[in-house]
C-alpha cells in the first residue's frame, strides 16, 4: 500500500476518533442543564466527562495536523474555503474549555448561568460547524484548477453538509445521554435514559437519510453496501439496549454509530480528498496533493513511535476514572453519595 494510502487511512482513524471521543462530551456539553435541574446535578454531569473533555480534543489536533503535513493542498483549499467557520470553531472550543474551569470558581448563579450556557452553546456549534466541513468535502465546493476556493461564505451551505452536520448533532445528543447513563447514577441517570429513547429513535431516520445520500453522494447508487449500514442498525442497537436498561450496550452501539457515520464519508470521498463542484477534473485526490515520498516515510515512522503511547496514556485515563459519578437522589438535596476509589468528585 502506498504512504499517501497509508496516511489518508489514518487521517480517517483520526477524525472518526476525535467523533467518537468528542462525541460523548459534546452531548453531555448540549444536554447538562437538561439532565440537571439544580446546580448539584449539573456539576454531576460535568464532572462525568472532567477528566477527559481536554484529551478528547487532542484528536482534532492531531487530524488538522496529520493534513497539513501529510496533504498540504488538502489543508491549503479545505482550510482557506471554511476561514470564517474555522474561527468560529476556535471560539467554540475556547468558550467551552473556559466554561470547565470557570463555571465553579464563584458561587453566584449569575456567574454559573452564564457559563453554563456557553458550554451548551459551544458544544452544540462545533458538531454541526464541523459536519458541514466534512459533509462538503464530498459533496463538492467551487474550487479551481489551482485548488483555490472560489466561492463565498454560503457555498458552504450545501444541502449535504447541512445534513451530516444535524446528523452529528443528533448523534452527539445520544452518545452524550448514553455516556451519562454509563457513567452517573440517581437522577442525572435517570433522566438520561428517558432522554436517550426519544433521541435514538430520531437519529434512526436521520442516520437511514445520511446513509443512502452518503451513497449517491459517493456516486454509487442508492443501495447502500453492508458497510455503509454499520451506523443505521448501531443506532438500532443502542435504541433496543436504551429500551432494555443495557448502559454498556448502549453506548457500545452508539460509538459504532458516530464512528460508522463519520468513517462512511471517507469510505465515499477515497480516492479523492476533496471534490471540486466546479469541475471534476478539479478534485483534490490522495494521489495529486499528497507531500513527497521521504516526508510520508519520516511521518510514518514518528507515529509508529509516538501513536501508540498516546493510546497508552488515554486508555489509562478511561481505566482510571471508570467508576460513575455518584449523584443525588430524586429526593436529595444534600451531598453527593460517597465515592468509590476512582471517581470523580463533584465538587
Not at 488538522?64 to 488538502?74: E, R
Not at 456557553?118 to 454541526?128: A, H, M, Q
Amino acid at each position: 500500500m502506498d504512504l499517501e494510502v497509508v496516511w489518508y487511512v489514518i487521517i480517517a482513524v483520526f477524525w472518526t476518533g476525535f467523533f467518537v471521543l468528542e462525541g460523548f462530551d459534546l452531548g453531555v456539553g448540549m444536554l447538562h442543564r437538561v439532565v440537571g435541574r439544580k446546580d448539584l446535578e449539573q456539576r454531576v454531569a460535568i464532572n462525568a466527562i472532567g477528566p477527559f473533555w481536554d484529551g478528547n480534543e487532542v484528536w482534532l489536533i492531531v487530524g488538522a495536523a496529520a493534513i497539513f503535513a501529510a496533504f498540504p493542498s488538502w489543508y491549503a483549499s479545505w482550510f482557506s474555503a471554511l476561514y470564517l467557520a474555522l474561527m468560529v470553531v476556535i471560539v467554540a472550543l475556547i468558550v467551552r474549555g473556559v466554561s470547565f474551569e470557570f463555571r465553579g470558581k464563584v458561587v453566584s448563579r449569575a456567574w454559573r448561568e452564564t457559563f453554563s450556557w456557553c458550554l451548551t452553546i459551544g458544544s452544540l456549534l462545533l458538531p454541526v460547524l464541523l459536519g458541514v466541513a466534512l459533509g462538503d468535502l464530498l459533496t463538492g465546493l467551487p474550487i479551481d484548477k489551482n485548488g483555490e476556493f472560489t466561492g463565498s461564505f454560503f457555498d458552504l451551505l450545501t444541502p449535504y453538509g447541512l445534513w451530516v452536520g444535524v446528523t452529528l448533532l443528533a448523534l452527539s445528543l445520544l452518545h452524550g445521554s448514553t455516556f451519562l447513563m454509563l457513567k452517573t447514577t440517581g437522577v442525572v441517570h435517570d433522566r438520561a435514559r428517558r432522554l436517550a429513547g426519544p433521541f435514538a429513535i430520531g437519529a434512526v431516520v436521520i442516520v437511514a437519510v445520511f446513509t443512502v445520500w452518503t451513497h449517491v453522494e459517493a456516486s454509487e447508487g442508492v443501495v447502500p453496501g453492508a458497510l455503509q449500514l454499520i451506523a443505521v442498525l448501531a443506532v438500532v442497537a443502542a435504541a433496543w439496549a436504551v429500551r432494555d436498561g443495557h448502559d454498556g450496550w448502549a453506548f457500545s452501539a452508539t460509538t459504532a454509530a458516530i464512528g460508522g457515520t463519520v468513517a462512511s464519508i471517507f469510505i465515499g470521498l477515497y480516492p479523492n480528498v476533496m471534490v471540486s463542484s466546479t469541475n471534476a477534473a478539479y478534485n483534490l485526490t490522495v494521489a495529486n496533493s499528497a507531500s513527497g515520498n521521504y516526508a510520508l516515510k519520516v511521518m510514518t515512522v514518528v507515529a509508529i513511535l509516538f501513536f501508540p503511547v498516546v493510546l497508552l496514556y488515554q486508555a489509562w485515563t478511561y481505566y482510571v476514572f471508570r467508576a460513575r459519578v455518584r449523584g443525588p437522589r430524586d429526593n436529595e438535596n444534600a451531598a453527593p453519595e460517597p465515592t468509590t476509589p476512582g471517581t470523580p468528585s463533584v465538587d
